[in-house]
């Protein structure tokens, strides 16, 4: 029993370097994650900025109004119609871009020249490395109205399209471009859980017969399974999260019916028209439907398929 304890105290000892790195991220976390939870006050509160000596005082000076703006959100049409915006374009994203870095990933495993497969790996990688202020310039000079794709248009003898002042295609120029830019970044995570397959059973699929089609769909995606699952169900807990910086750099007030979501809603309302109460409950309201999706997700998935992230 003492060799035991000692045995464990020296493997503490070993391990102390690697509990030290911990620090940083703890610190980090404890800073910006749970310090301005104290924040959330404000949508309970009348929050009058100059109401204490600074602005975290005036949160607690400021009249409790209890539950008065989470109330005034749904009388909102704004809130109403930024709320149903994120849903189309969440789930529009999930449905269209959530399959495609599978089978990315699938097709780019199959590619036996090492030079190529990484050429294309390159290329795919690329657009995630830039900004959506760059990207949102890059398509508004190829998509607007004297830019190359309305000028093949129009030599076409076709109509221009306005990507950026039409409601009904403005969801699809966030959905395609979000997909142009993190398709092939996401591919990476299915590329590491494909290496981890091992080769016995591709042999065994190969000599029983089966073509790379097959072996993609007898032997990789059941391999990969838990992987696609746990992101999805990241995902689903993020389905209120439709992308603000990118909506923020593309729309404009033509495309508000359908292009306006929770997060730049509350943008406007917190810091464009200094309604800080309203802007924290949405806010909160946003963050605890995010926490209800990866809960019941995270359980569906437990219950149905045996697994699950916890």
């Given at each position: 029993m003492h060799f035991t304890?000692?045995?464990?105290?020296?493997?503490?000892?070993?391990?102390?370097?690697?509990?030290?790195?911990?620090?940083?991220?703890?610190?980090?976390?404890?800073?910006?994650n749970y310090l301005p939870m104290y924040g959330t006050l404000i949508a309970f509160k009348d929050y009058n900025i100059f109401a204490g000596n600074n602005p975290i005082d005036a949160i607690f000076k400021s009249e409790w109004v209890g539950v008065k703006y989470w109330k005034q959100l749904w009388s909102e049409s704004m809130f109403r119609q930024a709320f149903r915006n994120t849903l189309t374009i969440s789930i529009m994203k999930?449905?269209?871009?959530?399959?495609?870095?599978?089978l990315l990933a699938l097709f780019i495993n199959e590619i036996r020249s090492v030079l190529y497969k990484r050429t294309i790996q390159t290329v795919l990688y690329l657009p995630h490395f830039m900004s959506w202020a760059v990207i949102g310039s890059l398509l508004l000079s190829i998509l607007g109205t004297t830019g190359p794709v309305n000028t093949v248009l129009r030599t076409l003898g076709l109509n221009n399209v306005a990507f950026f002042m039409d409601a009904n295609v403005?969801?699809?120029?966030?959905?395609?471009?979000?997909?142009?830019?993190?398709?092939?970044?996401?591919?990476?995570?299915y590329l590491a859980a494909i290496a981890g397959v091992s080769p016995d059973l591709y042999e065994a699929a190969t000599v029983d017969g089966a073509t790379r089609i097959q072996r993609m769909r007898y032997v990789t995606l059941p391999s990969i399974a838990s992987t696609i699952m746990m992101l999805l169900i990241l995902r689903l807990g993020n389905l209120m999260a439709a992308g603000f910086d990118q909506v923020l750099v593309m729309y404009n007030p033509t495309v508000y019916s359908t292009g306006d979501i929770i997060d730049t809603y509350v943008y406007r309302i917190g810091?464009?028209?200094?309604?800080?109460?309203?802007?924290?409950?949405?806010?909160?309201?946003?963050?605890?439907?995010?926490?209800?999706?990866?809960?019941?997700?995270?359980?569906?998935?437990?219950?149905?398929?045996?697994?699950?992230i916890w």
């Open positions: 304890r000692k045995k464990r105290s020296l493997n503490t000892n070993k391990s102390l370097s690697m509990y030290a790195l911990l620090v940083p991220g703890l610190i980090f976390i404890f800073i910006f999930i449905v269209i871009g959530f399959p495609i870095p599978i403005f969801p699809w120029v966030l959905v395609i471009s979000a997909l142009w830019k993190e398709a092939g970044w996401n591919t990476i995570v810091l464009g028209q200094l309604n800080f109460s309203l802007g924290t409950a949405v806010g909160l309201f946003n963050s605890v439907i995010n926490l209800i999706l990866v809960t019941t997700s995270n359980l569906f998935s437990r219950k149905a398929f045996g697994r699950s």
